[in-house]
């Protein structure tokens, strides 16, 4: 079936690096999704990529992914407080004619000084 | 600017209450979403609709029901509300193209059921 696993929390000082990593199950996915989402808000796209591509750069922001092991990663460099939220990765199956997300729990981010 | 907007960001209802959520996008989407987000379990989808009068159920359609009557409103409805459906709630919507799929949510409304 399809799956999103992403570990829940994460605690980085501030001007440090932070990576998130995500682990999905379903292989026909051809894009996949980050989502950040800040207290009180829906959610927003963040970045995403295609499944061809092992790696999108987006200023801070770098996506790795292995799609031999179905793993995904997020680094988000010199991370600020406003980066505070819960970032949830999410994979498009075809089994939903890739009009469907499937969401991981998400990995609420905590940035101190 | 695209947006999608819900009716309410807090709501508070009894137990055994009909409860109407609404969801209005205003991108013309083809695609729109009823999730339902809990600490720990991320976003399930409740019900999915891919045109007017198009419903498909999702991971946990069970207590809810939905309408679209017009292509940019999609309501979900609680037929009889339960402590157990206290939650986010979080409506998205998309177009119907290819793969690459980006949903557009709103900022959710904050359900109690007492």
């Known amino acids: 079936g399809e799956d999103v696993e992403q570990s829940l929390f994460l605690s980085v000082r501030e001007g440090d690096s932070s990576v998130i990593n995500c682990t999905y199950t379903?292989?026909?996915?051809?894009?996949l999704y980050w989502y950040k989402q800040e207290p009180g808000a829906g959610l927003q796209l963040l970045t995403y990529i295609f499944s061809n591509m092992d790696m999108k750069q987006d200023q801070r922001l770098t996506v790795l992914l292995n799609k031999k092991d179905k793993h995904l990663s997020l680094r988000i460099a010199d991370t600020q407080t406003g980066d505070s939220a819960i970032y949830f990765c999410a994979e498009t199956p075809r089994s939903g004619g890739y009009n469907k997300l499937i969401f991981g729990a998400g990995t609420r981010l905590a940035v101190h000084p | 600017d695209v947006k999608v907007t819900q009716s309410s960001r807090y709501l508070v209802k009894r137990t055994g209450e009909k409860v109407f959520l609404e969801c209005v996008q205003d991108m013309d989407h083809e695609n729109m979403f009823w999730y339902r987000q809990d600490p720990g379990l991320g976003l399930r989808l409740i019900y999915f609709?891919?045109?007017?009068?198009?419903?498909e159920k999702g991971d946990i359609p069970e207590g809810y029901s939905v309408s679209r009557e017009k292509k940019e409103r999609f309501s979900l409805i609680l037929e009889s509300a339960s402590t157990n459906q206290t939650s986010m709630y979080l409506c998205a919507s998309s177009l119907r193209q290819g793969s690459h799929n980006e949903q557009f949510f709103g900022p959710g409304t904050r359900l109690t059921v007492l």
């Open positions: 609709s891919y045109d007017v009068k198009m419903k």
């Open positions: 379903d292989s026909s996915s051809t894009y």
